[in-house]
């Protein structure tokens, strides 16, 4: 199969959407409206090159999502995908390994082409042609997080009691402490829930050190995603207040755990697992498939523990960096976060220490 290399172009939006939506395991980081959100977030800080394999007769065969930034004094920065471990690498409807292996071939070269201090390719948890990654790409340094993912089962019967048969005692226990604390759950956008999303995100990433993502990017989210169809915010009320909220993305049979948030103060009356419980309840009636928990760090043992006592199974996914400029190493933590924050540059124990 004679194949050639494009990037993305206007007339192949409609083909590329039909590809991601017939390829089984394809992410909705790969989605044209992530991209969109992508663009509108990181303006023109970023540059999105999407590029396709097409045969001899124009059909797609394979895709490959990357944006690149660049760093002052430094060569561009290339990821596939940016911004807080977005899953990119290829996508291929049967896992062609000379697919795969043409759409890699091209991003090394184009990322040596254009001079990059460092590209990183995030591969998909779904991915089992580990070894093209490795050969085609050459890292530097691999780095790895572990993908949780529930397979939601099919409810043939009320999709609450399949639900719920199907946690852990522990999490059963936790959602019947939510109900018994007159907790209620609503999934309509109601005045001020994004303002109560971003202020309550915040407060809960400056609680454990984390980096929050920026408000800007939770109000971007309805320029490109349609509410209802695309993503969802479930909200948990106590007493006519909010106390707890989860924002919920959904594409080609996922459920993407994207964004919690909880009031500190109400967390032993478990609003969270109440709202995890009638999102998934949910997603089960309308017949999605897997609910993605996103990646867990290997020393979050707290974290992955949660996500098992929801029928989480492991699919571990693997980050292929290669340092273009050995000099960006140079640079500290804190730097690399201001000058590139949404992109992979290099695995931060690897970095020199002057």
Known sequence: MKLTVSKLTPEYHAAYDAFLRASEGALFFASLEYRKLLKDFLGAKAEDHYFLAVDEDGEIKGVLPSFVTTIAGFGPIANSLPFYGSNGGVITRAGDRQ????????FYEFTVNIGCSSSTVVASPFEVHLDVYETSLNPTYKDSRIGQFTPLPIADRASEEVVMSALHHKTRNMVRKAFKQGINVTDD???????????THAENMAVIGGRAKPARFFRAIDSAFKYGKDY?????????????????????GFVEYF??????????????????FNAMTDAVANGYKWWNWGGTWHTQ???????????????????????????????????????????????????VRI
Request: net charge neutral; charged share 20%; hydrophobic share 45%.
């Open 189 to 199: 956008i109601w005045d001020g829930a994004v303002n109560f999303l971003c202020d």
């Open 232 to 252: 969802k915010l479930y909200t948990a009320w106590l007493d006519g207040a909010p106390v707890a909220a989860l924002l919920l993305f959904y594409f080609n």
């Open 259 to 276: 964004t919690p948030v909880i009031v500190a103060r109400y967390r032993s009356s478990q609003p969270m697992s109440l709202l995890i």
């Open 99 to 106: 697919v795969i292996a043409v759409l890699l071939n091209h």
């Open 301 to 351: 043992d707290g974290v992955y523990q949660f996500k098992r006592s929801w029928g989480a199974v492991d699919k571990p996914y693997y980050y292929y960096i290669r340092i273009g400029d050995e000099n960006v190493l140079r640079r500290d933590k804190e730097a690399l976060q201001k000058d590139a924050p949404y992109f992979y540059v290099a695995p931060f124990d690897k970095l």
